[in-house]
Nanobody, 127 residues
Framework: EQPVESGGGLVQAGGSLRLSCTTSEDISSSYVMGWFRQAPGEERDFVAAINWNRGNSAYADSAKGRFTISRDNAKNTMYLQMNSLKPEDTAVYYC?????????????????????WGQGAQVTVSS
């Protein structure tokens, strides 16, 4: 079942936004979920991922120190808190679900490994 993103919008540089991604319970219970982004004319790039059960997370270098990925088990919702936003963060942000168990800290970053994708949420950061 397709996850659904929300929370995108327009913000000035230095501002913050929080994206949400809601899934059905049978998808989110034991798997990996991630955020990717795609700027116009660019490839879709990894931003962050989280192991739903273990809670460990991973970030792209561009997101480290500014973005935080988290999940709320009761709401079957994943979040991406984005602070200190820059114009280069402007992109469509996609939520993705990977239907595979991981018992280590490894988290996939390749789009080909993810099974379900949301429709995307536009984030625009003005200078």
């Amino acid at each position: 079942e397709q996850p659904v993103e929300s929370g995108g919008g327009l913000v000035q540089a230095g501002g913050s936004l929080r994206l949400s991604c809601t899934t059905s319970e049978d998808i989110s219970s034991s798997y990996v979920m991630g955020w990717f982004r795609q700027a116009p004319g660019e490839e879709r790039d990894f931003v962050a991922a989280i192991n739903w059960n273990r809670g460990n997370s991973a970030y792209a270098d561009s997101a480290k120190g500014r973005f935080t990925i988290s999940r709320d088990n009761a709401k079957n919702t994943m979040y991406l808190q984005m602070n200190s936003l820059k114009p280069e963060d402007t992109a469509v942000y996609y939520c993705a679900v990977l239907l595979r168990y991981y018992t280590t800290d490894y988290l996939p970053r390749d789009i080909s490994e993810y099974d379900y994708w949301g429709q995307g949420a536009q984030v625009t950061v003005s200078s």
